[in-house]
Nanobody, 120 residues
């Protein structure tokens, strides 16, 4: 199992920046990928950014060029650097990891979520 603790959310004006952090503990060596998702009330949770163990990354089109996902393996921490924030980025942001469980099975884990609010 793995435990995820997020921090760094808050209120920021449009055009501003925030950095989200997610500290992982537990079965760190079995992590296959890490990522950030976000959700607004009444909508499905959507992918923001994802980094796979081979260091390939994927971003949603809406955040490309503005958000950057990174990892500090020494600190077991995943970051999401968000710049040029827009009101439509307002959401609860969730840290995500999936663990290799054997036989090709990947098990997802989620953090508790952190609110990001961008004012216009």
């Amino acid at each position: 199992q793995v435990q995820l603790v997020e921090s760094g959310g808050g209120l920021v004006q449009a055009g501003g920046s925030l950095r989200l952090s997610c500290v992982a503990s537990g079965s760190i060596s079995r992590i296959n990928s890490v990522g950030w998702y976000r959700q607004v009330p009444g909508k499905q949770r959507e992918l923001v950014a994802r980094a796979i163990i081979n260091n390939s990354t994927k971003y949603s089109d809406s955040v490309k060029g503005r958000f950057t996902i990174s990892r500090d393996n020494a600190k077991n921490t995943v970051y999401l650097q968000m710049t040029n924030l827009r009101p439509e980025d307002t959401a609860v942001y969730y840290c995500y990891v999936d663990l290799r469980e054997g036989l090709g099975v990947l098990k997802p884990y989620w953090g508790q979520g952190t609110q990001v609010t961008v004012s216009s």
